[in-house]
């Protein structure tokens, strides 16, 4: 493999949805992303409510991803893709804001930047994409999902299924809770557990990409 795309998927990033800023009686700040932290009192009603409002998880799995040697080495390809049907595309090797408070800067800017068709930033690149069409742009040969309800994984199946793979592809989850939507699962070739526990999101990301590493003789 030349690399690994990872895609952080159905991510809890999203900005303050329109049903949800219709409905409330008082004034909130409309450039901000969703977060269950101040807006769970009005998230109430909202389509698909455990999989949204948790920003975090999409800050804490992006810093576990880069700053793992398989990235700096450039050879994981990582997108974001979010459960309103956004995808973030950062380019081989890109380095993001450690802070929390500044990732989430520079991320909200990113939407509201597209918003007023002003996406100007060359390393990371946001368009309106189904993860269909985003799988079908990356064309990968095998797709592995990341789920407590898969096939424990094994180092011969990483060798064999992830290493040897022309263009492998991981899927992890960017949500607290629940599983993969059913479009997504039937993109899945295999789905591969890393253990009998419930791993948030970044411990999965740092797990599997270690696991690769170990496996990876060309990664020092």
């Given at each position: 493999?030349?690399?690994?795309?990872?895609?952080?998927?159905?991510?809890?990033?999203?900005?303050?949805?329109?049903?949800?800023?219709?409905?409330?009686?008082?004034?909130?700040?409309?450039?901000?992303?969703?977060?269950?932290?101040?807006h769970?009192h009005?998230?109430?009603?909202?389509?698909?409510?455990?999989?949204?409002?948790?920003?975090?998880?999409?800050?804490?799995?992006?810093?576990?991803?880069?700053?793992?040697?398989?990235?700096?080495?450039?050879?994981?390809k990582?997108?974001?893709?979010?459960?309103?049907?956004?995808v973030?595309?950062?380019?081989?090797?890109?380095?993001?804001?450690?802070?929390y408070?500044?990732?989430?800067?520079?991320?909200?800017?990113?939407?509201?930047?597209?918003?007023?068709?002003?996406?100007?930033?060359?390393?990371?690149?946001?368009?309106?994409?189904?993860?269909?069409n985003?799988?079908?742009?990356?064309?990968?040969?095998?797709?592995?999902?990341?789920?407590?309800?898969?096939?424990?994984?094994?180092?011969?199946?990483?060798?064999?299924?992830?290493?040897?793979s022309?263009?492998?592809?991981?899927?992890?989850?960017g949500f607290?809770?629940?599983?993969?939507?059913?479009?997504?699962?039937?993109?899945?070739?295999?789905?591969?557990?890393?253990g009998?526990?419930?791993?948030?999101?970044?411990?999965?990301?740092?797990?599997?990409?270690?696991?690769?590493?170990?496996?990876?003789?060309?990664?020092?």
């Amino acid at each position: 493999m030349d690399y690994i795309t990872i895609i952080l998927t159905e991510s809890a990033l999203e900005m303050l949805p329109d049903e949800l800023l219709n409905n409330s009686k008082s004034k909130i700040n409309t450039s901000t992303f969703l977060d269950k932290s101040y807006h769970s009192h009005l998230m109430d009603g909202l389509d698909n409510v455990d999989k949204r409002g948790r920003p975090d998880i999409a800050h804490m799995s992006s810093m576990a991803i880069t700053s793992t040697p398989l990235y700096l080495e450039k050879k994981i390809k990582f997108y974001i893709h979010t459960i309103s049907d956004y995808v973030l595309d950062i380019e081989l090797g890109v380095r993001l804001p450690k802070s929390y408070h500044r990732f989430i800067g520079l991320f909200e800017k990113l939407f509201l930047n597209y918003s007023k068709n002003d996406n100007d930033n060359p390393l990371i690149k946001i368009q309106k994409s189904s993860f269909n069409n985003l799988i079908d742009s990356i064309d990968p040969d095998h797709v592995v999902g990341l789920s407590k309800h898969g096939n424990i994984l094994t180092s011969n199946y990483v060798s064999d299924k992830i290493i040897n793979s022309n263009r492998p592809t991981l899927l992890i989850g960017g949500f607290s809770h629940g599983t993969f939507s059913n479009n997504i699962l039937n993109s899945i070739d295999d789905l591969i557990s890393l253990g009998n526990h419930n791993l948030e999101s970044h411990t999965a990301c740092s797990r599997i990409i270690y696991e690769i590493e170990k496996s990876n003789i060309n990664i020092s």
